[in-house]
DNA sequence: AGTCGATTCTATAACGTTGTATATTCTGCG
DNA sequence: CGCAGAATATACAACGTTATAGAATCGACT
């Protein structure tokens, strides 16, 4: 910066100052600095600016593991937002251990970045209450729904609803659910599933506890879900698999056993992953949409990281659902 | 750092040496500064240390994208690699786009790492060459296989020679490939398709071009290759996928079809992605060595920015491979 | 012309660490 | 006991930027 002070003839502070878009600087200075810059070749030194200015403009992720698509995927998009304003995301994999999820929220990677978009997994409220630090943490999902923290979630019951109530629209009355123990109420798997009861009470109907199955959020888990369903002989004319993979797997399965889809069983899903679209036959699913939460969350992270954003923490955001009927549930 | 070094009645530097493991310092000191640390909750300024030092301890990481399941797998293994030595990955998206990667290589992203791990899909080596830079490189893959540069990558031709010699010994006699064109010789298509007809050529056979089909590589390229296959009357005992989903997507179109496998036709893929132990039947593939491939890429990379390994730029690594027999092709 | 306020620019001091050079304290040995 | 040399600790400067406060310039108005 030195350089190229010296080769436009200013100090060192216009140089900073054209930089950082000051107001008060003539047009000719202006010019002469940015030739200087184009001449040298000068690229500012971040560390130097991080340092002095207290900022990285970079944001923290915290999540369980990159390998696991559904947040590869949130962590791809979390990225492109983040570039489009300015900023980088730093990835911190938790997987799913508290202890890991407690260092990042306390450890040097707070250091790194300006602000924090959290998904625990392991940790309770109070622990992440009583070790938060003085920068701006957004939650992501379902697990912690706490007003004293800013969150960005899905609407999980209400597009589950809308689901079962398609399912039923459809005609179908024995609505299998893959992905969930008849008791859960929290997290993804209860909310869904309080969603797809609520539907069926709506039209007057009960949810069969025979009708839930848990299993692990995976292709084989839906597979030998739906299989040891048909195995015992239980009768149902609809699967509903809480996310896309345990769908495609009972779909798999169904399949293969010579049962039709969706004649003999329909099957929907959750997510609307990629391969929704491109299954045979295509998958019903409903998409929660993870586009909005990645532009709400990295917009109301920044805004509360540049003092943009001046209501109090606690600011809950829910995207908006969009049901997808293809043809595994027409 | 002050104040610890107030509060152990010592000199900055010493705080510093002690945090830095300084040789020469005597127990009886070394733990006052120690306790003075704890007592304050004290923390370095990673952001000093760096600016000072020259060195970030983060790495570039290139990639097209982090929602392709590979790009996810690779990315997480190398982040929680780096972590146990010390290092965090910094994550850049080029979507596979050259100006992407070109705007990676040169701009400020790099002065963010001490080092890039870069896997280039569209810019030839000489823009690399002409850009890289004065910090270490090593590139992943297969697009850029040059002298000048640090590789790691896996062994695709013999990897699938080797897959295709088993379908051979299990008396598989007309092999479909689906995802390459039968004219392609190079990056992982043409690699593994020249393994492929190696191994075709020393059990005496000739590689029929008809059996060679491309495809996207996903799930749906696979079923719907499969299908064209199928519909044009082409016959054909085993399908090799050039990687997993388009192997899982050829078999579910087969299954769907009613044809048995493996006892009609035979499928083996490419990649050993998680899936393929749970697919049913389980998927024959092989196992590139990510792992591998994710200790060593980080290993020589830290050694060249640590100035450990001395041997000239241009170290080429190929991870091993290991076949995985299961029942899609025993 | 002189004054005032707005505009434009600059000198200097930080930000928190580590490198260099040097001062001080030990230790063993003649 | 004194001295060399190792061991241990320190002072000071520097990394490259931005914040603060103040200086210089400019235009408009008395």
Redesign the interface.
Known sequence: MNDVARAAGVSLKTVSNVLNDYEFIRPATKQKVLDAIAELGY?A????R??RSGK?RMLGLVLS?????Y???L???L??VAASRGY????E?SGADGVHELSALQG??R??TDGLLFNPLALDVETVAANQGSKPIVMLGEHIADPRFDLVTMKNAEAAEAITAHLLAGGRRRIAVLGASAGDTTDSPGLRLNGHRKALEAAGAQLDPALVVPCDW???GG?SGVGSLLDSGIRFDAVFGLNDVIALGAM??L??RGINVPDDVAVAGFDNI??AR???PSLTTVSPGMEEIAERSIQLLIDRIEGVEASPAGLHVEAGFELKVRDSAP
Chains 1, 2 share one sequence.
Request: without cysteine; glycine residues 2%; proline residues 5%.
């Open positions: 690229e030194n971040l560390t130097a991080s340092l990285t593991d990159l390998s696991i698509p947040y590869g995927e962590a791809s998009r990225m492109t980088r995301v730093l990835v994999q040097p990677f250091q790194l995976r292709r084989d597979a798999h399965e399949l293969v990629d391969e491109f299954a045979a």
